[in-house]
């Protein structure tokens, strides 16, 4: 599989990332060491490298960082490892401290490496904006991080275009390291970050991870108005996201799909992966079989002028709610 660089840093990852959060996931399959591993196997056969996790993720919060670190020993080198700190569940740090602070950075860091087995973290985000830490606080203890090979690269998530901005200005003022990549909420059902968080990431040079790329499974083509797979997410706990689905958009994505002879989630991957923001779709999987179809749909097919320009009529940007007249 071919490798895309993350924004303007020598980092490099596959096309299709492996989101990670329903590892330890109660329910699931992955909830197990012995099916994440048979995940995480078929990631590195189907040439994905990047995994992607956060130390909250799981029943347990840490856990599939700990699942992780146990399937990956012995073969750390052949992945990059993507997690994320920061986030407003409770890690059981009982110290006060901002989510971005320097004592906090550090004391995530250190568990997060302990849970996954590893000397570093080859991208280390920031989870959610943290409003109580100057971004420079923040920024500093990341680069003192860098500077004692405990991560090689840093990103944000879930930051809006003002905050990419000022921390990127930050940065610039101060001369110090920089935030290299940005992950947000992004697909052909949420196409809010084209207002202000694309245009600040092809600005800064920032690379881009998509997060929810397949709308909770809504673009796999396995589900319509009548319903989908008993077992999936939306149909068990999130029926709102079938129940709300423009369906009429949908049905006629399919036929776009069919006249071109691929999947819904060939042509949600393809969509994506023309904007050359993207670094890498990252695309959660509970099974061997949809981490391989998931790494096929990343070179499946690649959308031309028109086939975008059909897309986008059916997905139009929702108008701005904020905007004025």
Known sequence: MSQRR?????LLVSPTGLGCNNFGRAGTVTETLDGTREVIDAAIANGITLLDTADMYGAIAGTSETLMGEALEGRRDRVILATKFGHERDMGYDFPAGRGSRRYVRRAV??????????????YQLHLPDQ???????????????????IRYYGHSNFSGWQIAEAEFVSRQRSTGR???AQNHYSLLA??????????VERYGLGFFPFFPLHNGLLTGKFTREGGPSGSRIMSSRRHVWEDAPWAALEDFQRFCDERG??????????????????????????????????EAGTAWTPD???????????PLPEDPGARV
Not at 283 to 292: D, I, L, Y
């Open 305 to 315: 002028a028109s086939d975008l320009r059909v897309i986008d009529a059916l997905f």
């Open 110 to 123: 250190e568990e997060s490496l302990r849970r996954l087995r590893t000397d570093w973290i080859d991208l």
């Open 132 to 150: 109580e830490t100057p971004i420079a606080e923040t920024t500093d203890a990341l680069d003192e991080l860098v500077r004692e090979g405990k």
């Open 179 to 181: 935030f290299i990549s």
């Open 6 to 10: 993350v924004g303007a840093s020598g």
């Open 191 to 200: 196409r809010a970050a084209e207002r202000e968080v694309l245009p600040a």
């Open 262 to 295: 691929i999947t819904m989630l060939q042509a949600a991957f393809g969509w994506l992966l023309a904007n050359p923001l993207v670094s890498s779709v990252i695309a959660g999987a509970t099974s061997a079989a949809q981490v391989e179809a998931n790494a």
